[in-house]
């Protein structure tokens, strides 16, 4: 029948696109992939000497490119808490109360998302440099900090909207205080919004490339480790590191995803 | 026991309002607000021989920043992030529709295929393509192996690589919104549309594209204006030949050392910024869907 081979090519044809366009999204991915097996061992490090692993058991002697992953794990860990717990009680605040200034801060709030983050970076570098704050660690989870609690805030925040009060009502009208209701009524209600506020928060730290280039000083995270090989020619322990990294969050999202599965199932 | 009096002060609670509201206000004004207004005052000082700002009202870096070099690179940069924007339109658009759409049962997995490749490192993905392209580059190697070229082809340091890559940076940025726009479609309002005779481009014009604007506004913000400081795209692929704004700025924080100068070009990128982001409420925008 006409109709369906023509459902069947149009099919087809939608097939074939986003299969192109994963192909290429994926096309650097197998490049680091396969770089990492790469044998060659002289700088750039571009020609194929053939397959190896060795570069998987040589990167654990790069103690360098180890601690930059290291600082990169502390900044991310300790921007996300921070920026996750300032940005949950703040979006709680603004939404309950009613206090002057409040436009001033919604505005506030969207600076960071809005504006391109160079100008955020070399913002907080001359104010770093005028208040003489070395820079390093303390900086770089400053700015991480910065950037991530306004998408914290704006993920709590769409949880908050739908949320009905006359909960928090009725547990103060059983006795309850307002720190307990906050944490047994109103925080798992917002918990969605806030797992997908730390999720991005960290998420964005961990690939911070901008922000922390101006602000780091001399304390070298994963990004910017990787930014200073590109310069002198990316060794396979650089890309065997990347993807490590990407199995682990493909494993995560697998675990995650699997969760999920399950529980359709037995709606289903 | 009786708790009279169980008074719910919904109303002027000054030190809870205080306690939730003002670690973000500290973030906010000290972070974000007093370092721009500093990057603003900073932008009309001027630097002594060893380069130490000095406090005195100039408008040199101004001046010196609407000279002929400077509006081509403004130039550039809007053109770079304008074709880069509709690239990510055309490429995005059907591709969120087909995803967001799909009766597939595993749309999810598809979804998280957009988003894995994300979760690398962008630099060394953005190496990963110039490794890809370069004369002795994998894409060089297979189409000489397969005799389809003889010579490599010269694809690298161009503004077309530039563009390739800000296209591959952001178009996730489009494909996010775009998908979260798309879902919400009823499917009954297109199925009312082909009942009532209109063929599928004009059902397309007349009722998917309006209903699904906001996503394509949101989606351009999000790439446009990252693009014109995504400095490191054109570090890496663009050789030069294809500075955005960012590479301007980024010259004079390091080896320019001018910093007052550097402030100036990230005003006029602010500047920029909102004029974009005053289009883009003109245009209906929602801010709220900004970023999330």
């Given amino acids: ?268 | 026991m009786e708790k009279a009096h169980a008074k719910h002060q919904w109303r002027s609670n000054t030190l809870p309002a205080l306690l939730t509201v003002g670690p973000v206000t500290l973030v906010l004004v000290l972070l974000v607000a007093i370092p721009l207004i500093y990057v603003v005052v900073m932008s009309f000082c001027s630097i002594d021989q060893y380069y130490n700002v000095q406090l005195q009202f100039t408008l040199d870096n101004y001046k010196r920043l609407v000279s002929a070099n400077y509006m081509k690179i403004y130039a550039q940069s809007i053109l770079i992030a304008f074709v880069t924007t509709l690239l990510c339109i055309l490429i995005g658009y059907p591709f969120s529709y087909i995803i967001a759409r799909t009766q597939s049962r595993r749309k999810k997995l598809l979804y998280m295929l957009v988003i894995i490749p994300f979760w690398t490192n962008s630099l060394i993905r953005i190496y990963g393509w110039r490794t890809f392209l370069g004369t002795n580059g994998w894409l060089n190697t297979v189409l000489q192996f397969l005799h389809l070229t003889k010579e490599p082809l010269d694809l690298l340091y161009k503004q077309g690589t530039t563009i390739l890559g800000m296209v591959y940076c952001l178009i996730p940025f489009m494909i996010l919104p775009l998908y979260t726009a798309i879902e919400k479609l009823d499917g009954s309002l297109l199925e009312a549309s082909a009942d009532l005779g209109a063929k599928p481009v004009v059902t397309f014009i007349k009722v998917i594209l309006p209903l699904t604007s906001s996503g394509i506004f949101s989606g351009s913000i999000m790439v446009f204006i990252p693009c014109l400081g995504y400095f490191f795209v054109s570090d890496i692929l663009g050789g030069g030949n294809s500075d955005v704004i960012g590479n301007l700025i980024e010259r004079q924080f390091q080896s320019g050392n001018n910093w007052p100068l550097g402030a100036a070009l990230s005003i006029i990128l602010i500047v920029i910024t909102l004029v974009l982001v005053k289009l883009y409420q003109r245009m209906g925008g929602d801010m709220d869907s900004l970023g999330v």
């Fill in chain 1, 1 to 268: 029948m006409s109709r369906n081979s023509k459902r069947k090519a149009k099919k087809a044809r939608n097939g074939i696109f986003c299969g192109l366009v994963y192909l290429f999204l994926f096309l650097p991915i197998s490049v680091i992939v396969v770089n990492s097996t790469n044998a060659t061992t002289s700088k750039p490090y571009l020609s194929w000497k053939g397959f190896t692993l060795d570069w998987y058991v040589k990167l654990f002697d790069n103690t360098q490119l180890l601690q930059s992953f290291g600082n990169t794990m502390i900044i991310a860990v300790v921007s996300t808490l921070l920026a996750t717990i300032i940005g949950t009680i703040g979006a709680v605040g603004i939404y309950r109360y009613h206090f002057r200034g409040k436009g001033i801060i919604n505005g506030l709030l969207y600076i960071p998302v809005v504006i391109p983050e160079i100008v955020l970076g070399i913002s907080l570098l001359t104010i770093f440099s005028k208040v003489n704050i070395p820079r390093g660690m303390l900086t770089l989870i400053l700015a991480h900090v910065t950037f991530s609690v306004p998408f914290v805030i704006f993920n709590v925040r769409a949880r908050l909207s739908g949320y009905d009060k006359s909960i928090e009502e009725a547990s103060m009208d059983l006795g309850a205080n307002r720190l307990t209701t906050f944490m047994r009524i109103t925080l798992p209600v917002l918990a969605p919004g806030i797992a997908g506020g730390a999720l991005l928060a960290f998420t964005l730290s961990i690939d911070d490339v901008i922000i922390s280039y101006f602000v780091n000083g001399q304390t070298k995270t994963y990004p910017l480790k990787v930014m200073e090989s590109i310069k002198s020619g990316v060794a396979p322990d650089v890309n065997a590191l990347s993807t490590l990294i990407l199995i682990a969050t493909i494993l995560l999202v697998v675990l995650t995803q699997s969760g999920i599965f399950s529980k359709n199932k037995e709606h289903s």
